[in-house]
């Protein structure tokens, strides 16, 4: 079974520019998540998807970020500006839904960003 | 807000040497989880426990989840170099939404 597939791996960008993510779940996946991951610390949710609809992104910047699962299936997350404080890894979750009552989620090798 | 604190944040030791990680938290959790992450890679489940006072076996790592729900801590026996990573613990807050830990970062040294 394949994972869950991440894109690009590493970016480099100057502050103020424009960067944008990709991610492919495991098939089947209903449910997808993007985490923000400063180095040596957890994972921060940024945005939860069920199918194609936003459950929960309480948490993250509108004015900056934006995320968008076209079909229910893939993923991109974007930033635009993107700011010093950005620099992370970005990483992809999916899991399965429906009547699962402990949440495994599976997670995708992220994407390590750097704001210059 | 709901917050995972882990202790301790950093664990350097010699293979051979046992361990004990633990994730602390005022709030409940309707089950709790514990990742691996080594560099360049996204987390790993390890193992979930459910049932206040639960104890999980896995090979040489053991789990706990606390009688009210609201903490675990990880023992591990005889650590190895292959155990060196990031664990992670996080709470099932429900809707199928984890809140994680702050990390507690392992260097097993041979």
């Known amino acids: 079974e394949a994972g869950v597939a991440q894109s690009p791996r590493y970016k480099i960008i100057e502050k103020r520019q424009s960067v944008a993510f990709w991610c492919n779940p495991i098939s089947g996946h209903a449910t997808l998540y993007w985490y923000q991951q400063i180095l040596g610390q957890g994972p921060k949710l940024l945005i939860q998807f069920q199918n194609n609809g936003v459950v929960d992104d309480s948490q993250l910047p509108k004015d900056r970020f934006s995320a968008e699962r076209l079909k229910g299936v893939d993923s991109t997350l974007k930033i635009q500006p993107a700011k010093l404080e950005d620099s992370a890894v970005y990483l992809c979750?999916?899991?399965?839904?429906?009547?699962?009552?402990?949440?495994?989620?599976?997670f995708g090798p992220g994407t390590r960003l750097t704001v210059l | 807000t709901q917050l995972l604190e882990q202790s301790p944040q950093f664990l350097s030791i010699q293979e051979g040497e046992n361990l004990t990680v633990y994730c602390n938290s005022s709030?409940?959790?309707?089950?709790l989880q514990w990742y691996r992450q080594e560099p360049g890679e996204g987390p790993v489940l390890l193992v979930t426990v459910v049932t206040g006072g639960e104890v999980k076996k896995l090979k040489r790592l053991t789990f706990q989840f606390g009688d009210a729900r609201k903490d675990s801590s990880l023992h591990i026996t005889a650590a190895q170099p292959g155990d060196t990573g990031l664990y992670l613990c996080?709470?099932?807050?429900?809707?199928?939404?984890?809140?994680f830990g702050t990390g507690t970062r392992l260097l097993v040294s041979p």
């Open positions: 709030s409940v959790f309707s089950s």
């Open positions: 979750a999916s899991s399965l839904v429906g009547g699962i009552e402990y949440n495994e989620q599976f």
């Open positions: 996080a709470g099932d807050t429900g809707f199928q939404k984890l809140v």
